[in-house]
């Protein structure tokens, strides 16, 4: 097999894998902005999006820190 399909597919995988992970930035990152902009306690605003979402509280707390952190995604350090 030439070397150079090889590079080619790879090439494709880790642009696939950056852009996945991009998505799921992206996705928690607005999460975390509609969470941050709620009213009220924000603790129990968590536990209850927790359960009607069935995600952990930790994941959405994440989700928070990262909006706080970086409320402009154009903010994130770049890099793969």
Request: aromatic content about 8%.
């Given at each position: 097999?030439?070397?150079?399909?090889?590079?080619?597919?790879?090439?494709?995988?880790?642009?696939?894998?950056?852009?996945?992970?991009?998505?799921?930035?992206?996705?928690?990152?607005?999460?975390?902005?509609?969470?941050?902009?709620?009213?009220?306690?924000?603790?129990?605003?968590?536990?209850?999006?927790?359960?009607?979402?069935?995600r952990?509280?930790?994941?959405?707390?994440?989700?928070?820190?990262?909006?706080?952190?970086?409320?402009?995604?154009?903010?994130?350090?770049?890099?793969?």
């Amino acid at each position: 097999m030439k070397q150079e399909i090889l590079d080619d597919i790879k090439a494709i995988l880790v642009e696939g894998e950056f852009a996945h992970q991009m998505i799921l930035i992206e996705a928690y990152h607005e999460v975390g902005k509609i969470i941050s902009e709620q009213d009220g306690d924000i603790t129990k605003l968590v536990q209850e999006c927790a359960v009607g979402v069935g995600r952990s509280e930790r994941s959405l707390w994440y989700a928070v820190k990262l909006y706080q952190q970086y409320p402009n995604l154009n903010m994130l350090p770049e890099g793969k």
